[in-house]
Every structure is written in structure tokens, then in C-alpha cells.
């Protein structure tokens, strides 16, 4: 099938996935959604690895072939440079960065915002909760499936031992990082954990400690992650030297 009937495809199919396991999971909270996603995740992984017959087990999808776009009469062949590859997934970032920036500056995204702090709050308002968690991870899920569509191609083999819990929590920590209310945080934070991810290939056997303590410490220290770190720092020092701003003096008194 051509590439680019493919690659709407592959955002929808998740997009839907998403919403059947939304109705199960979305209506669960706190450590009870936590260890369904888990068990989901490793759900997942079995039946890839066990239905032989469709996904062909652990050895997976191999070879992917690579996708060929002509454009205004040049034909651009992505097997023959890594270059296309680099440009594709640049334009998928730009449009996904966009649409973010642009729902987090709208109503529906301070919704959003507002259901990680009070979800209470949100559903005395008359807004229903479930139906903006379902929407939201709709949305994310659709375009997790445009990224596959470029990452496929480009690894040329697909694996359920590719994609283990271990996947999960990178992408959590990501957010965490950089700081999970702002689209700029978990950007920051994605860039961390991959410039990350490079060194700590040499060390393998310490990723869950170290990872760990990049949790720890960012809960402890950080819990609106580097994007949030200059304004704690400019809180801390208010508060060490006793300065206030203008405003917070005129409030005083």
C-alpha cells in the first residue's frame, strides 16, 4: 500500500485502539490505573509475542521496506539516506508541537490542566471528566501512531521486545523531568532523557537505579520539573533574603 495511505492509517488505528481501553481505564484513579496500564502493557506484549500466526511472535515484522515519495516529479527514496528520515520526523514534530501549543492556550487545554490538579472541582463545574480524559488520550495515542509510522520504516523490524515497560517509563519521566503542565516541559524533559538515554547504554544493569534516582530526586527537588525550576529558584531566594515584588507588597498592604 502506498506510504502516505499508510501513514493516516497508522495514527487512526491506535486512535481507536484508545478509545475501546479508554471505557475500561480512563474510569479507574490513582495506584488502581497505574497497575492496569501495566498489566495492559504487559497484556499487550504477550499476545504479540504468543498470536505467531499474525504478528509472528517475538521476531516480529522484518523487513519493513522503506518507503518511496515522489515529489514534483523527484523520487525520493529513504532506503538510500537517512536524511529523509531526519526531515519527516521534523515535520511531525512541528505539527504535533503546534497542535499542543495550540489546545494548551484554548479552554479545552486548561481543562485538561485542570483535571491533573482537581478532578473534583472539574465535576461540580458540570464537566464531565471521562469524556475529556477519553479525548485527551485519543489524541495522544494518534499521534504516538504517526511517530510509529516513521519509526517503523526506519529500525526496518518491529518487535514486541522493542516496546517493554521500560518504554513507558522513559516516556514518563520525560514528562516529569521537564514538567508535566507545560508543553515546553515535556519537550525539555524528551530531550533530556534521549541526550540521556546515549550514556546510560554503557551502563545497563544500573538503568533501574539510576533511573530511580532521577525520580526521587526530581519529586524531591523538582516536582514542576526544569521548566518550573527558574521560578522555584527566584521563590527561594524571596524567601531567603525576605524581598517581595511590588504587587505582593501593595496586596500586604
Known sequence: MPYWLIFPIAGIVPAAIAAIFGFLGLKMKGSYFLFLTIALCELMVWVFSSWKSLFRGQVGYFPIPQPVINIFGHSVRFSESLTPYYYLGLILVVVTCLFYFRIHGSRIGRVWESVGKNENLLANMGISVFSQKQICFIA????????????????????????????????????????????IGAIIGTVFMAILNLYLTKFTQLQPLILGLILFLVLLFMPSGLFGLPERIKAKIKDSTGKVSELEHKKIV
Open 140 to 183: 495522544s495515542c494518534f499521534f504516538a501512531g504517526l511517530a510509529g509510522a516513521i519509526y517503523a520504516p526506519y529500525m526496518t523490524v518491529v518487535s514486541p521486545t522493542q516496546f517493554t515497560l521500560w518504554q513507558g517509563i522513559w516516556i514518563v519521566l520525560g514528562v516529569l523531568v521537564g514538567g508535566a503542565f507545560s508543553p
